[in-house]
């Protein structure tokens, strides 16, 4: 792990968010509710202007196309190498994943694990649902799930954060990577971007 020495700012002290497209806002919203630094990232440039980035829910097909489009791929892949946590939620989760079926060529492919996605199928493409995770304390965090990709396999540094009754992994963590197929920033709890926002300091 990189470590902070040298650099006098907290890690975690600005928080890019992907605002390409999808619920970006919601993200942004809860940082501001946190009180933290949150930042509307659209150009490549200004990933070396934050400490961590967000990937928001939306549609995975286009938040790629734009990625790759502005030039934010190669560089989000140079600040990862250099240590920056990110954070995929859903459409995120997708985006970040190493191998994903339905995606021939990769997102931005930056970590061990192999989302399908809509994998709740039609009937039950929204659901919500109460999940245990332990790195977040007793209380069960209430989960919503939307047209929700899951996570079929995770790679030897990966560890499960969160499955459903039926063993179903729907949160995950590679170092300082965080993959979850549901939407916290959808809730008013916003105990799983405090959570990523601890991974910088680790
Ligand atoms: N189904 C979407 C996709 O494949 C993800 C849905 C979401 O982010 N809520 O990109």
Redesign the pocket.
Known sequence: MPSAVGDARPLTARVGVLGLQ??FAEHLATLDRLGVDGVDVRRPEQLDEIDALII????????GKLARQYGIIEKLRDRVAEGMPVWG????A?FIAKDVP?HPHPLAALMDITVE??AFGRQIDSFEADIKVNELGPRAFHAVF????QIIRVGPGVDVLATLDDGRVVAARQGRLLATSF?PELTNDDRFHRYFLSLGKR
């Open positions: 999808g619920d928001p829910g939306g549609e995975s097909t286009t938040i939620t859903c459409a995120g997708i339905a996605r809509n939307i047209r929700s990709p939407h």
